[in-house]
């Protein structure tokens, strides 16, 4: 089950936790992945990890020319692009009163904007082949909001709105769009919380521990298979019951 | 000009599935040959592919017939 063997997967953000548990989950299922981060390091060292059929592709995602460029690398690197993973983001936390524009602007730079682009860039070489498959990373303040978080769960909440449109205008092309909303997960962005906001997070939700980056992982493998091909517009939560939605 | 309008033919043909005797000069493609809107993007995109032109958005909105393709086609080239 869940054979992506011949299959191309470019993972954005995938010089992170979440990004290269995701990369490696596709690489296991037998994909060429293409990983792009904005850190080179990480990203040779998860390559050399993979061994073959792993490719590095260095983007800043904030950056629209490199941004632009990423979909010709990636189908020159790879031959073309079946699964893309928006997987990238960035957090500008503050409370909404003292929430700088940029802070603002910045997120919904990379967290949303550069999602539409690079679908946009992977998308016509999906529609050609009649199969493709895109996952976007939200989260569940996406669904739920967080005090803190107006920019981000403004993004990652327009990132389900955009999946859904999407998943209606590809359809018919065999290009499934969907959504992945982790909960907590131990990852870079989690650990930057005290041992008192983990703990009061934990109260939340009914699994009484956070989340890990190959339970996200499994579920964005599930979304890219052949056999997830009937399921679109779809967000899964992996959030240990945090939120039942 | 007759041989961009075969090429064009057998595009729309495999492309769209109709009848080769259906795509005559005024057929429109989203009212007489079936295609959705995306259809029309991918024809468009088939059509760039195959004659090594680029074909703007502005103008392949104007590309409502399979004549419309031949003409802006055979000027483009």
Redesign the interface.
Known sequence: MFDLTGKTALVTGASGGLGGAIAKALHGAGATVGLSGTRTEPLEALAAELGDRAHVLPCDLSNSEALAALPGQAAAAMGSVDILVNNAGITRDNLFIRMSDDDWDKVIAVNLTSVARLTKGVI?GM??ARWGRVVNISSVVGATGNAGQANYAAAKAGMVGMSKALAA??A??GITVNCVAPGFITTAMTDKLNDDQKSAILTQVPAGRMGTPEEIAAAVLYLASPEAGYVTGATLHVNGGMAMI | MSDVADRVRKIVVEHLGVEEEKVTENASFIDDLGADSLDTVELVMAFEEEFGIEIPDDAAETIQTFGDAVKFISEAQ
Do not use: V, W
């Open positions: 016509r529609m050609k205008e590809f018919g092309r």
